[in-house]
């Protein structure tokens, strides 16, 4: 299942940018020093799944605890303060 990545938003009802989220993942998983291709295998996700969410198409949130796990942040962290 994947959530609609234009109707998100936080628990103060405010709309959280699809970008945040791909900026997010971006970052962290550059500062882990993963390649996609790296934190796919990690994961056990398709690198087309990750660049997706690094591009800002898809927010699925079983793949972001994924991508979380493999990257040992809390899933918090892809989310706007």
């Known amino acids: 299942m ?5 109707k998100l938003s936080s628990k103060g009802g405010t709309q ?10 971006n970052e962290a998983r550059r500062a882990v020093g993963y390649s996609i291709d790296e934190l796919a295998v990690t994961t056990g996700l398709v690198g ?6 690094e591009n800002g198409s898809d927010a699925d949130p079983r ?5 979380a796990a493999a990257l040992r ?5 892809f989310l706007p303060n």
């Open 2 to 6: 994947t959530i609609s990545i234009n």
């Open 16 to 25: 959280i940018s699809p970008k945040h989220i791909a900026n997010a993942v």
């Open 48 to 53: 087309d799944e990750i660049i997706r969410i």
């Open 63 to 67: 793949k972001l605890k994924r991508i």
């Open 73 to 77: 942040v809390p899933v918090s962290q």
